[in-house]
């Protein structure tokens, strides 16, 4: 059984950074792909950002291209989210993932078998 931790979330005005973390334990990390999601109130969880299982190869949402960061530390089993130039838009609670299967990638929430708990992230104008 994987069990997935964030840390890092917070409050920040509009063109600040934070870097969420997000440490797992319970499962071969370096074998699977990292997601990041998050759900701002009364929407659906949508995808941030991905990264494959050694980190070669990354995904991104549109609408943090270029401002997010993701990227992956196998021997501290962490994956991790710099945001830069945040956004009153980026308010929301931000779940790291990971992918159900090994050696796959995708960003489809339905590729994602566990979850964390969740941190906040609120970006105020």
């Known amino acids: 059984q994987v069990q997935l931790v964030e840390s890092g979330g917070g409050l920040v005005q509009a063109g600040g950074s934070l870097r969420l973390s997000c440490a797992a334990s319970?499962?071969?990390?370096?074998?699977?792909?990292m997601g990041w999601f998050r759900q701002a109130p009364g929407k659906e969880r949508e995808f941030v950002a991905a990264?494959?299982?050694?980190?070669?190869?990354?995904y991104y949402a549109d609408s943090v291209k270029g401002r997010f960061t993701i990227s992956r530390d196998n021997a501290k089993n962490t994956v991790y989210l710099q945001m830069n130039s945040l956004q009153p838009e980026d308010t929301a609670v931000y779940y790291c993932?990971?992918?159900?299967?090994?050696?796959?990638?995708?960003?489809?929430?339905?590729?994602?078998?566990?979850w964390g708990q969740g941190t906040q992230v609120t970006v105020s104008s």
């Open positions: 990264i494959s299982w050694r980190g070669g190869t990354t």
């Open positions: 993932a990971l992918e159900r299967n090994p050696y796959e990638l995708g960003s489809r929430e339905t590729q994602f078998g566990s």
């Open positions: 319970g499962r071969t990390f370096s074998a699977y792909t």
